[in-house]
């Protein structure tokens, strides 16, 4: 089974914290995301990346920045956290010639912004 | 510009009745559709996908959906609820247009099953 997993369940940071969260995937997948979850707005894509070193821009990458040196590890940074970044972050992975095509994700991080 | 809606937040139903879980899609290019549940304090599960093929399409735990061209609908069923069904639903596309890594995804549903 494909596995993705994130390094933290629950993070509780100050305003103006640097903040990382990882990931990291065990099925070899090139593409891994960065969505950030909200009651109403579903899943908002932050940033992907398509292969190491690789990374582009989703619908809301403002306050944020990501790193991929490896393939299995994909990593969301927060600069200056702020409270308006309070969410629950899901990391995914997909390789488009998987079997249903579909992605498969972490268990989250759900991040409070004090 | 590729998106699907969820014109329900919220849908309950009491078990043993059959539930519908609403998704419609806008795409240009062909639709890669997809339905994901979400359990509490988890992260997003599999649950079905449309690519091509007959329009109704099974999936995990007894779930169905039906595709519809015409009506630009993908909606989730599922012929009799249980209570371990309530959750969170999220319909999904790919796009299969401009960028073929991205997936936009619904506001979600929530399922309630009442016993």
């Known amino acids: 089974d494909v596995k993705v997993t994130q390094s933290s369940r629950y993070l509780v940071k100050r305003t103006g914290e640097k903040v990382f969260l990882e990931c990291v995937q065990d099925m070899d997948h090139e593409n891994m995301f960065w969505y950030r979850q909200d009651p109403g707005l579903g899943l908002r894509l932050i940033y992907f990346s398509y292969d190491v070193k690789m990374k582009e821009k989703g619908d809301i990458p403002e306050g944020y920045s990501v790193s991929r040196e490896k393939k299995e590890r994909f990593s969301l940074i927060l600069e200056s956290a702020s409270t308006n970044q309070t969410s629950m972050y899901l990391c995914a992975s997909w390789h488009r010639t998987s079997s249903n095509n579909e992605q498969f994700f972490g268990p989250g991080t759900r991040l409070t912004v004090l | 510009a590729q998106s699907v809606a969820q014109p329900e937040d919220q849908v309950n139903v009491a078990e043993g009745n059959p539930l519908t879980v609403k998704c419609t899609y806008s795409?240009?290019?062909?639709?890669?559709l997809f339905w994901y549940v979400q359990y509490p304090n988890r992260g997003l599960q599999f649950l079905l996908k449309?690519?091509?093929?007959?329009?109704l399409v099974k999936g995990s735990y007894g779930f169905e959906a039906e595709f519809n061209k015409s009506q630009t609908s993908f909606h989730l069923k599922k012929p009799s609820a249980l209570v371990s069904d309530s959750a969170l639903y999220f319909c999904?596309?790919?796009?299969?247009?401009?960028?073929?890594?991205?997936?936009?995804f619904g506001s979600g549903t929530k399922l309630n099953v009442k016993p």
């Open positions: 449309y690519i091509t093929g007959d329009n």
């Open positions: 795409v240009s290019g062909n639709p890669y």
């Open positions: 999904a596309v790919r796009d299969t247009e401009y960028n073929f890594n991205k997936f936009y």
